[in-house]
């Protein structure tokens, strides 16, 4: 059974500019949720997708959105760059909603602002 | 917000001594916590879980126990062995949320 991909997996941008990610989950899992790791901050909870609706949300502004297909591959959206925004975005599935289970975490996209 | 903290963020130990990793949390409303290990280059993946209807789980040299009333949980290795060296996160997850600590780096030294 394939893991959980996501591509690109390393991605090199500007301020001001916009970028997308994307991950495609283990097949069968239904949620798809995005985290956000900075040194010392951890996994910051972004959001979760369950059948392509979005279920939760973590703090983060308006410039973070996501989006999730009927074949629950998922999408993260940042508009607007800012240089803190560099960080390593990590998804994850589970085969229903995150809270009570398992994640499986794909390795990762690494997003640098210059 | 840090609904979940991991207070240490590094821990060193020797080879076949005991590992223990720390976790707090402050929101009532979590009952299903978690423990993930994470390498270098990948991400993080599942490790063990325990419910709040128990206060400790164990598989293998991993032994996860949670006091509910101090809303504490930790993560013990025993023994600890040099591929146990790897950043762990503790998680926490209720009412349609999961949230993560900052994680502590364990270095087991041979």
């Known amino acids: 059974k394939a893991g959980v991909t996501q591509t690109p997996r390393y991605l090199i941008k500007t301020r001001g500019q916009q970028v997308t990610l994307s991950c495609s989950p283990i097949?069968?899992?239904?949620?798809v949720s995005w985290y956000q790791q900075t040194p010392g901050q951890g996994l910051q909870f972004l959001f979760e997708?369950?059948?392509?609706?979005?279920?939760n949300k973590g703090n983060f502004p308006g410039r973070f959105s996501g989006r999730q297909f009927s074949n629950s591959r998922s999408e993260m959206n940042v508009s607007t760059l800012e240089l803190g925004d560099s960080a390593l975005y990590l998804c994850?599935?589970?085969?229903?909603?995150?809270?009570?289970?398992?994640?499986?975490f794909g390795p990762g996209t690494r997003l640098t602002v210059l | 917000d840090q609904q979940v903290k991991q207070n240490s963020p590094s821990l060193s130990v020797q080879e076949g001594r005991i590992s223990i990793l720390n976790c707090d949390y402050t929101?009532?409303?979590?009952?299903?916590f978690l423990w993930y290990k994470k390498y270098p280059a990948e991400g993080p993946t599942f490790l063990i879980s325990?419910?709040?209807?128990?206060d400790k789980n164990e598989d293998g040299r991993f032994t996860v126990f949670l006091n509910k009333s101090a809303k504490h949980l930790s993560l013990h290795i025993v023994p600890s062995q040099p591929g146990d060296s790897a950043v762990y996160f503790c998680?926490?997850?209720?009412?349609?949320?999961?949230?993560f600590g900052a994680g502590t780096r364990l270095t087991v030294k041979p």
């Open positions: 994850a599935s589970s085969l229903v909603a995150v809270a009570g289970n398992e994640q499986f």
């Open positions: 097949s069968g899992h239904r949620s």
């Open positions: 997708y369950f059948s392509e609706t979005q279920r």
């Open positions: 929101n009532s409303m979590f009952d299903y």
């Open positions: 325990i419910s709040s209807i128990k």
């Open positions: 998680a926490a997850s209720g009412n349609n949320d999961m949230r």
